[in-house]
């Protein structure tokens, strides 16, 4: 069956430090992942999409990588911020086309000042 | 402003009472979802519709309904509350061109 995996365990940083975080999946290969973060008891908010022929895609101080080969992607933070702690949770449409979005449990990040 | 409103924020309830969680959205999107979300199980899709009469199950259907008679308006209902269906469900919603999901700011349950 697909999974997707995210390092359960919480990631904590220091403030100016890069924070990256892990996504990987099996059984399966999607034309797109996302990343959303979420605050405790808010719903997720979408960050950014990348698609299975790019290799990088970049949005301030956030940057997604996508290895389809290793069947992972990467999402760092540079010069991270207290502000930056939340759950981050990567997305994939397992069933191709428009139809559902399957999220990964998350990751936890904290960064202290 | 676009958004998605799901309504009560929160709600307390006894085993058996029927409830309907409302989910409505501004945005024309075609899609919408309904999602639950528990500790360590990360979120869990309920159901979804692809446009207005068409639903289809996601993977934890069991004890919920759902209607999609008007685009804007995705409501889940409960028609026999247990406390196994204590948890944190979200609405969300997406066009037929964008692949970004826009999330409800959630509906805390709790079933006695």
């Known amino acids: 069956s697909q999974k997707i995996e995210q390092n359960s365990e919480a990631l904590n940083i220091q403030e100016g430090k890069t924070a990256t975080l892990t996504c990987n999946y099996t059984?399966?290969?999607?034309?797109?992942l996302q990343w959303y973060r979420q605050d405790p008891g808010r719903g997720p908010v979408f960050l950014l999409l990348?698609?299975?022929?790019?290799k990088e895609k970049r949005k301030e101080r956030l940057k997604v990588t996508f290895d389809t080969t290793l069947k992972q992607s990467l999402f760092h933070i540079t010069a991270s911020q207290p502000a930056d702690s939340a759950t981050y949770l990567c997305?994939?449409?397992?069933?191709?086309?428009?139809?559902?979005?399957?999220f990964g449990k998350g990751t936890m990040l904290l960064v202290s000042p | 402003e676009a958004q998605v409103t799901q309504n009560p924020r929160y709600l307390i309830t006894v085993t058996g009472k029927k409830l309907t969680v409302t989910c409505s959205q501004n945005?024309?999107?075609?899609?919408m979802s309904w999602y639950r979300q528990d500790p360590g199980l990360g979120l869990r899709q309920i159901y979804y519709?692809?446009?207005?009469?068409?639903?289809d199950k996601g993977d934890v259907p069991e004890g919920y309904k759902v209607s999609r008679k008007e685009k804007r308006n995705f409501p889940l209902i409960l028609e026999s509350p247990s406390p196994n269906q204590t948890s944190l469900y979200f609405c969300?919603?997406?066009?037929?061109?964008?692949?970004?999901?826009?999330f409800g700011s959630g509906t805390q349950l709790s079933v006695l």
């Open positions: 997305a994939l449409d397992m069933n191709s086309g428009y139809s559902t979005l399957t």
């Open positions: 945005m024309n999107h075609e899609y």
């Open positions: 519709s692809m446009n207005v009469e068409v639903t």
């Open positions: 059984n399966y290969s999607p034309a797109y």
């Open positions: 969300a919603s997406r066009g037929r061109n964008n692949e970004k999901l826009f």
């Open positions: 990348i698609r299975e022929n790019e």
